[in-house]
Structure formats: C-alpha cells, structure tokens
C-alpha cells in the first residue's frame, strides 16, 4: 500500500513538473508574440538551432536564412534586448556574432546622460558571465550602477532604442572612461530570437 502511494506521489511529481515546463513555454511565447506586436519593427522569429561549447559567448547559429530575407549585419534581439547581429547568412541558417563578443561593436548612448559610447564583449578567461565593456567615455561620465544603456543608432547596423544592458561600475581611465554592463538579455538560456528586418 505504501509502496504504491510512492508511485502514485512520483507520477503526480513528474506530471506536475511537466505541467510546470509547459506554463513556463506559454508564457514565454506569448510574451514573444507580445513583443512582437508591440514593436515598431519588422520581426522574423527564429530559433537558436546550434551552439558550441568553444564560442558559447561568442557566436549562435539560428534557424533563418536568404529564404527569410535574412542578410548579414542585421540586428538580433528578444523582448528583453539587444542579442547580436548576423554575419554568414545561409540558404535557411545564420550564424550570430553576440555582443558579449569582442568583436561586436555596438555604438550606445545611457539614459539620462548625453554621453556615447562603444560597448563590446570584455574577454575574460575562465569567467562564467559575459560582461560588457563601454568605452570611449568621457572622464566626467560619472555612470552610476543601474543606469540602462541601449543602441544610439549611430554606425547603421543597430537602430536607436535597443536596450543593450546596465551600468555594474564606472571607472576612469588614462584616455578616457569606461563602464562594465551587465547585458540585459541572459545571454545563456537564448532559444528564441528575432531579426530585425527593418521597420514597420
């Protein structure tokens, strides 16, 4: 009797855990479909079909390509922020260079501050979080912790207003200024993403 009711309660565990799983996908699509609605741009919704231990912060592979009007050196973003941009595009994939690469430049401007800045991936060996770097301030930047950054729209690869991620600490360097960001989108659990194909 025992021995059944301890079936029963890890069937009901696995069931219950199942359903828990299947919440959690609902909500993260609609809030997916929401954001796409909501945006002023054009959205192709894609999904990371490959990623690789050796570049995990660097590069993604998604699931769109040519056959989706897809073409390099266009944005990629989730509902949370700004994501990447692609490079090699092919017949139906694309491969995407993150912004916690170090050869991701992304030209960025901070709310309430008329500052500017190029924000890339910080290369920090051995170290689990991504982090950004923000460079070419000036020294009376003075950036404060929690300060959001987004795109400014200058370069012409990454529209005005994508969020990119916040301000973790400023400091002032010999030529300039310099914060470290926290990107805003958890750039280790990626699944679903959009390409920004223009605007609406």
């Given at each position: ?49 490959t990623r690789d ?46 912004i916690t690469d ?99």
């Amino acid at each position: 009797d025992n021995a059944g009711l301890r079936v029963e309660n890890r069937s009901l565990k696995a069931t219950n855990q199942a359903l828990r799983d299947i919440e959690h996908e609902v909500n993260r699509l609609r809030h997916a479909l929401d954001y796409r609605q909501r945006s002023i741009f054009k959205l192709v919704p894609a999904e990371i079909v490959t990623r690789d231990s050796s570049t995990w912060w660097h590069t993604v592979t998604i699931n769109r390509g040519k056959e989706d009007k897809i073409d390099s050196d266009m944005p990629v973003v989730t509902d949370e922020g700004l994501v990447g941009k692609t490079t090699t595009v092919g017949k139906n994939i694309s491969v995407v260079l993150l912004i916690t690469d170090e050869n991701c430049k992304v030209a960025a401007g901070i709310e309430g501050s008329r500052e500017q800045g190029i924000v890339n991936g910080e290369r920090v060996t051995g170290s689990v979080t991504p982090q950004l770097e923000l460079n070419f301030l000036s020294k009376q930047a003075d950036l404060k912790p929690g300060q959001k950054v987004s795109t400014s729209g200058m370069g012409g690869v990454f529209p005005g207003g994508l969020i990119i991620g916040t301000v973790k600490n400023f400091r002032v360097r010999e030529l300039d200024g310099q914060a470290r960001l926290a990107p805003a989108v958890e750039m280790s659990h990626l699944e679903d993403v959009f390409v920004v194909t223009g605007r609406k």
